[in-house]
């Protein structure tokens, strides 16, 4: 079994729109260890989606096709559908009153591009949309199972997640190895690469990395039986460079600490330029949070350094983060070197801050 992934649209094409839906769920994909082949764009050109649907389905079993279920001329990838396969679609009584509900709700009246979205082959399995118009399905046909999501990420990201994965999960024929996940801080894939792999040398199992500034994801698809002997050879080599969970960076779970302890902070940053604060600063939290010297708080943090960066020295060893901080009972002082590398020092900086943040408030709430 194989799956692959057809983005249509003319903006795509084009590069006006980043395809923001095919890299997450490709990765998805990847993450789950479910098999997937080529990755293919086309235009809103009917001709394109069936030539493309034409050499899509001679080698993979899946194909989700993402964007074209829209109420406009251009949508029309459920027509190149039907056109493929040669089934008829039909108006499904659910996507009709979906519609219908969503026009009631914005006081519109539906016109004929808003019924098309109520067409799908008749065997189709419908996706609910909770934030737009455009219902998916999947539609089995002839061995093969095409997935059709629609185009804005807000509604095809959540549909995926919600709906497709877990069905692909379920009904597909499932690889028997599990993935095992580590976020790494602050190395470089060239400087943990060889260590990793010369400690799984021999074992049957297949590794990979995923940077994401200043995280390095590393990842080991193996057999359920060998988890826990890849477990503890790794652990202990990685412990040292994990500084937050899989799923949350430093910096979330320094946001979560701050709304959880409901308590105002300061944070005087004179290191990263601003990037911390935004990092931080969201609806549920921004009263508690005070990145000025004008009404200083119980909690007080001032955080320096960088002064190699913002000299625009060249990037080479290591430089100094500070951190002062005061609850009124104690004070105190952190000094850190972190690796000078280049100028994504400061997003290092935002994040090995919010660990060390995260810690003291502990400490000192």
Request: charged content about 20%; proline content about 5%.
């Amino acid at each position: 079994m194989t799956i692959a992934i057809l983005s249509t649209g003319d903006e795509i094409i084009h590069g006006d729109t980043l395809n923001t839906n095919a890299h997450y769920i490709a990765h998805a994909l990847c993450s789950e260890g479910l098999p997937l082949g080529l990755q293919v764009a086309c235009s809103d050109k009917e001709n394109e989606i069936i030539d493309s649907l034409n050499f899509l389905t001679e080698h993979h079993d899946i194909l989700i096709l993402i964007g074209g279920l829209g109420p406009t001329k251009d949508d029309i990838t459920r027509f190149a559908l039907a056109k493929f396969t040669k089934e008829p679609l039909i108006q499904h009584a659910d996507a009709l009153d979906h519609i219908e509900k969503k026009a009631s709700i914005a006081k519109i009246s539906l016109n004929q591009g808003n019924l098309q979205q109520c067409l799908f082959p008749a065997n189709a399995r419908l996706f609910p949309n909770p934030y737009g118009t455009a219902m998916g399905c999947s539609y089995s046909w002839k061995g093969k199972v095409f997935i059709l999501l629609p185009g804005p990420p807000r509604e095809c990201l959540p549909m995926f997640n919600q709906d497709v994965l877990p069905l692909l999960l379920q009904t597909s024929r499932h690889s028997n190895k599990q993935i095992l996940r580590w976020r790494i801080f602050g190395l470089a894939e060239s400087e943990i690469a060889q260590i990793l792999e010369e400690a799984l040398e021999g074992l049957d199992c297949q590794t990979g990395y995923r940077l994401e500034t200043p995280y390095l994801e590393f990842k080991v698809r193996c057999k359920k039986e060998l988890v826990e002997k890849i477990t503890s050879i790794i652990d202990p080599i990685l412990a040292p460079h994990i500084i937050s969970s899989l799923e949350t960076k430093a910096s979330d779970q320094l946001r979560s600490l701050i709304v959880k302890n409901n308590e105002p902070i300061t944070i005087i940053d004179d290191v990263t330029g601003g990037l911390l604060q935004s990092l931080l600063v969201r609806p549920e939290n921004y009263h508690l949070l005070n990145f000025h010297n004008l009404n200083r708080t119980k909690l007080y943090f001032h955080c320096s350094g960088l002064e190699n960066y913002w000299s625009q020295q060249a990037p080479q060893g290591t430089t100094k983060l500070i951190i002062h901080y005061s609850n009124q009972m104690q004070e105190g002082r952190e000094t850190h070197q972190i690796p000078y590398r280049s100028a994504m020092v400061v997003h290092y900086a935002a994040e090995w801050l919010s660990f060390r943040l995260f810690h003291l408030i502990n400490q000192l709430h």
